[in-house]
């Protein structure tokens, strides 16, 4: 038998401006990976963030990103170990301080944008990310890019990891995400990406933007609450998933 965990980046909604389609989101997937007021966010998209997902029964966990606001935390920022270790364990707080209020745990911790993708390549950081962790709560589950430098480091500071694997993003040869802006770097098409996510699960392969082959193993599906398609997306997922029966569950079922 086969299983996965379904999560999402939402509360991602500040001031103002909405973003994304969480309601609808958190009513098919499994885990919440909840902005934490960096690179989204607000307190008070925080707090009704978390109680929506409890309401849903979904686990939630801290998406923390660069203090960039205005590039949404996809813009790359030159910080140190320091830093990173820092950058999380602020964010990581405020949302276990939230959760804390509304009886419940975070599950898991997910960086955010160009702090992930960096973290997946920059042993550095991802040590730094690891620890920070670990320092805060070593029962929390760390979510990386699977086969990155983040799940090796995560493995190394004694932190159960799991290994992401992305609905709506094309990949390259080394197993990084295609760049956003990149003609191909993103699945459109619903279909095509339930055909990629069940062989990533099956097979634990996916065909890079090059035309190879790569290993992937998938623990987690991450499908974008921003995405314009992204309940589409989820639905069809997640109704996918049961046809070729596989199990979808929080990924603190099983480790």
Not at 214 to 225: N, W
Request: with cysteine.
């Amino acid at each position: 038998m086969k299983y996965v965990d379904l999560n999402s980046d939402i509360g991602e909604s500040f001031g103002a401006y909405t973003i994304g389609m969480d309601k609808e989101v958190l009513q098919h997937v499994t885990s919440a990976n909840i902005a934490c007021g960096w690179h989204a966010g607000d307190p008070l998209v925080m707090e009704k963030t978390v109680a929506m997902a409890l309401e849903n029964s979904v686990e939630i966990g801290a998406h923390p990103g660069f203090p960039d606001l205005m590039g949404f935390g996809r813009r790359e920022m030159k910080i140190s170990p320091a830093e990173a270790k820092a950058y999380v364990t602020y964010q990581v707080g405020a949302l276990t301080a939230f959760a804390a209020a509304a009886g419940t745990k975070l599950q898991h911790v997910k960086a955010h944008g160009a702090f992930y993708n960096m973290a997946a390549k920059d042993e550095k950081m991802a040590k730094a990310i690891a620890e920070a962790v670990r320092s805060v709560d070593q029962n929390l589950l760390l979510i990386g890019l699977a086969k990155g430098c983040l799940i090796k480091a995560g493995e190394e500071a004694g932190l159960r990891v799991v290994n992401e694997v992305f609905a709506d993003r094309a990949y390259n040869r080394d197993g990084t995400l295609v760049a956003r802006g990149t003609p191909g770097a993103m699945i459109e098409d619903a279909d095509l990406a339930v055909e990629r996510i069940v062989r990533m699960i099956k097979e634990n392969r996916v065909d890079t933007i090059t035309g190879e082959d790569i290993d992937i193993q998938a623990d987690s599906i991450c499908v974008h609450g921003d995405s314009p398609k992204a309940l589409e997306f989820v639905q069809k997922i997640r109704k996918g998933l049961q046809l070729e029966n596989i199990i979808v569950q929080p990924m603190r079922a099983r480790f």
